[in-house]
């Protein structure tokens, strides 16, 4: 099926034409992989559109670029000038905004000084991983590819060349049938999955694998934590052994594209009674109350449109 696209993309300072935002084929990022990005939501509230966290995304967009010094020429105000006017450009209220950063056309070599390219692409996205999958929960295998260790690609940078391990990750996960893979990290311990973070749930206590493990510590995360201790459930962070995917009551994932999604199973296995648990509900309650206005924001997190 011919995919659609959006009719307007902001790129380097201006709203140009979607099929107009194109780029060298010797952009260093190309070959390299070196571009700085992310991903964020716009919802629909009873107050008007809000994007989540847009402040928050746009300063990880450069503590990554900080990393591999990358020169992002814009501020942050204008970065987030950008991303509300390419929302608002496209008439969309629900979306996911890309900002993206990268070395751009200059010279070949690993180390040359490339201009830096920004974009912001916007397009309309409902849940990632499908209404089913927040509802019913997905069917998860441990990857047979592990995560980077530290020290050789850093994971706390949310870089364009991290994701040929998510690619390897998600890749096989569907290829041998499942909805997400799950990474171990280079200790064997348990990191994250392809392009999301991992809540379990113990005694009605969350843990999660700290940033030790070769996560990218999400916002969704640092969300759910928040909400989690706001409403008295207890939050961990600590290492994780591969078998408590096996023996957790409950299992989630979180990030901005799959929000919040249960796992029902994990390589086979079901997950506690093999449906979303009463934590995982409640969380996505808190979580989808933000939006909906049954969750009181009270950090500041709905930035309007
Ligand atoms: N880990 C990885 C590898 C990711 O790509 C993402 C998505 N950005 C996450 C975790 C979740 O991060 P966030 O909640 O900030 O979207």
Redo the contacts with the bound molecule.
């Keep these: 099926m011919a995919m659609s696209y959006p009719e307007w993309i902001w790129q380097n300072g201006q709203i140009k034409p979607w099929n107009e935002a194109t780029v060298h084929v010797m952009a260093h990022a190309l070959h390299y992989g070196s571009s700085v990005f992310e991903?964020i939501r716009s919802y629909k509230t009873p107050n008007g559109g809000a994007i989540f966290r847009l402040t928050d995304h746009l300063k990880r967009l450069y503590m990554s670029a900080k990393v591999y010094d990358i020169e992002i020429p814009y501020t942050l105000d204008e970065l987030t000038d950008a991303c509300r006017e390419t929302v608002k450009k496209n008439d969309l209220v629900q979306a996911y905004l890309r900002p993206v950063a990268f070395r751009g056309l200059g010279g070949f070599g690993l180390a040359a000084e490339c201009p830096t390219d920004v974009a912001v692409a916007v397009w309309p996205m409902g849940p990632y991983l499908g209404e089913e999958a927040l509802a019913s929960g997905i069917d998860a295998c441990v990857s047979s590819w592990q995560r980077f260790a530290p020290n050789t690609i850093p994971a706390g940078a949310?870089a364009g060349g991290n994701y040929l391990s998510?690619q390897l990750i998600a890749r096989e996960a569907r290829r041998l049938g499942f909805g997400e893979g799950i990474a171990l990290a280079n200790t064997g311990l348990l990191s994250?999955g392809?392009?999301?973070?991992l809540f379990l749930v113990f005694d009605g206590q969350l843990h999660t694998s700290p940033a030790s493990a070769s996560?990218?510590a999400?916002?969704?995360?640092h969300s759910l934590i928040t909400l989690a201790r706001d409403n008295g459930i207890e939050v961990i962070e600590r290492d994780l052994p591969r078998e408590y995917l096996y023996l957790a009551d409950e299992v989630l994932m979180?990030?901005?594209?799959a929000e919040i999604t249960p796992l029902r199973s994990v390589d086979g296995k079901p997950v506690g009674e093999g449906k979303p648990g009463p934590v995982t509900k409640r969380l996505q309650e808190l979580f989808f109350g933000l939006f909906d206005g049954t969750t009181e924001d009270r950090w500041g997190w709905l930035e309007s449109l």
């Design positions: 991903g949310k998510g994250e392809a392009g999301e973070n996560i990218l999400g916002l969704t995360r979180c990030g901005t594209a």
